[in-house]
């Protein structure tokens, strides 16, 4: 379908489907004196999904009112169909619930940057501003659409609907540089649509590439969020923050560019092409398995960051005349690179607890020859979960997928499934320890610190199938318990059980 733009109101009949709850407010507008328009996202969404063939019902909807005389009208013309929140009207939105959908209802207005960064504007709410005006002070011209449900037109003033049918994302106007979170939007944009962006908004991204530092975490956080939500296209995310020279501003995504990795394993390139491919097969996973929102996030982010500890630890060395790449060590390496960055861009600490383990744990499959044995599955187990505040073996086993896939084509097979399998086998959660405090009691240890020491002593051999009840955590207990100074250290680790492997690390103290 090839889209005309040529003026800048064009029919477009029955563009989007209108809930009876959209219909009311609309009404209600124009029998006050207003002219509504949809704006913004809804009307994108609706054109996107005419050009695949589909329709799309109303959703998220922001109306924009044009010749209503100022807020008020509009506050009387909304309530009675439900509640009004007014407190967005010094910014010339009012909201409304109606029926249970929420609408964001704004007159026209202007904004004067006032100083650097998005902090000091000037809002001037200005209900007889011209369209062509109020729609350039949006940030993309696929953005700056409307739709009149009364007359069925497309409003597109700035060539919008042709952008997006070639995938182009161009800013408006040179308002665009008055707000630099634009440019991460346009890096979550590209991410989510797989647009291309206009050379000119390059251009003027990269001179305003200073300007990031003014931004808040929360609105940095914000756009980061959707695209580890809703992107699909990681890599092209990537692009534009390189191809804006934004990447700057995050270190540990920059210092991959270029980080050579051993054509074998990684016949894709760099570290940082191998980032964006594996967070592209995180999000297909994602997709494909249904993940929630918290799930999502985790594996998107987690694939981003997986290999950043890279740069850190890369060497190369000659085999039998042929030079070879090694990251040995990148997966710790990569844990406070990448708790740095997630910290930089807002996200929270959980967040974090999810994300970190993962990266940390990635590689861990590379340790089993074969099979992995039931006690190295338990203990990845126990890891991830930290607590209670990590990740699950299923996500670790998703990241390990994403990572095997990401590489430009399947160099082998992912390991995952194997661990999986044993994980099912044995329990895919960790296990509350056997040995409880009331026995250590019972045997004549004194309260204190020293009791936590024992306790881990206790699940490290229970998790290796020294024993699987409650007798025999006891027993065990009994077995391991000599003078007063602590446990036994052995000369040799040959043979040993894992709990004497333990000890001789740990030695704990009665």
């Known amino acids: 379908m090839t889209l005309n733009t040529s003026n800048s109101r064009t029919p477009a009949p029955d563009l989007i489907q209108l809930t009876p709850a959209t219909e009311q407010v609309l009404e209600a507008i124009i029998n006050s004196g207003g002219r509504p328009l949809i704006v913004g996202g809804s009307v994108r969404d609706a054109l996107l999904a005419r050009l695949n063939g ?85 940030d993309f011209t696929l953005n700056a659409l409307g739709w009149d449900a009364a007359t069925g037109e497309l409003v597109d003033h700035y060539g919008g609907r042709q952008d997006l049918e070639n995938g182009i994302l161009r800013h408006t106007t040179e308002v665009f540089a008055e707000d630099p979170l634009r440019v991460l939007r346009a890096m979550q944009f590209v991410g989510r649509f797989g647009f291309t962006v206009a050379p000119e908004t390059v251009e003027l991204a990269r001179s305003i590439a200073d300007e990031y530092q003014h931004l808040s975490t929360e609105r940095v956080w914000g756009e980061w969020k959707k695209l580890a939500l809703r992107g699909s296209d990681l890599t092209g995310a990537l692009g534009v923050l390189r191809d804006t020279d934004w990447i700057r501003h995050y270190p540990a995504l920059k210092d991959t560019i270029g980080n050579a990795q051993d054509g074998h394993w990684h016949p894709e390139g760099d570290v940082f092409t191998h980032l964006g491919l594996a967070a592209d097969q995180a999000a297909q996973r994602a997709d494909a398995d249904g993940l929630d929102t918290t799930e999502r996030t985790t594996l998107v982010l987690a694939a981003l960051l997986h290999d950043v500890g890279k740069p850190e630890t890369t060497d190369s060395h000659t085999i039998d005349g042929q030079t070879r790449i090694t990251s040995r060590g990148h997966a710790r390496a990569g844990v406070s690179i990448a708790a740095k960055f997630l910290s930089d861009i807002g996200a929270s600490q959980a967040v974090a607890d999810k994300v970190l383990p993962l990266i940390d744990e990635h590689m861990s499959h590379a340790t089993a020859d074969g099979p992995p044995s039931a006690h190295a599955v338990r203990k990845l187990i126990r890891r991830l979960d930290n607590g209670g505040t990590g990740p699950t073996i299923y996500e670790w086993a998703r990241l390990v997928d994403a990572d095997i896939s990401g590489r430009g084509g399947h160099v082998k097979a992912s390991p995952s499934a194997a661990w999986i399998a044993v994980a099912e086998y044995v329990g895919p959660e960790p296990r509350k320890s056997l040995l409880l405090g009331s026995h250590l009691a019972d045997r004549g240890y004194s309260p204190g610190p020293g009791w936590a020491s024992v306790i881990a002593a206790a699940v490290e051999a229970q998790d290796a199938g020294e024993f699987d009840d409650e007798a025999g955590a006891v027993a065990w207990l009994k077995l391991h318990r000599l003078a007063p100074v602590g446990f036994p250290s052995r000369p040799s680790n040959k043979n040993r059980s894992a709990t004497e492997r333990w000890l001789a690390a740990n030695r704990p103290q009665r």
């Open 54 to 138: 589909e329709t799309v019902d109303s959703k998220d909807i922001d109306i924009e009112v044009y010749g209503a005389a100022g807020h008020q009208q509009l506050i009387d013309a909304l309530s009675p169909l439900g509640h009004v929140d007014e407190r967005g009207v010094s910014f010339g939105v009012v909201s409304a619930t109606v029926d249970g959908e929420d609408f964001d209802i704004s007159l026209p207005r202007q904004e004067s940057s006032t100083g650097s960064g998005h902090h000091s504007f000037d809002i001037n709410v200005d209900p007889g501003l011209d369209e062509l005006t109020a729609f350039g002070r949006r």
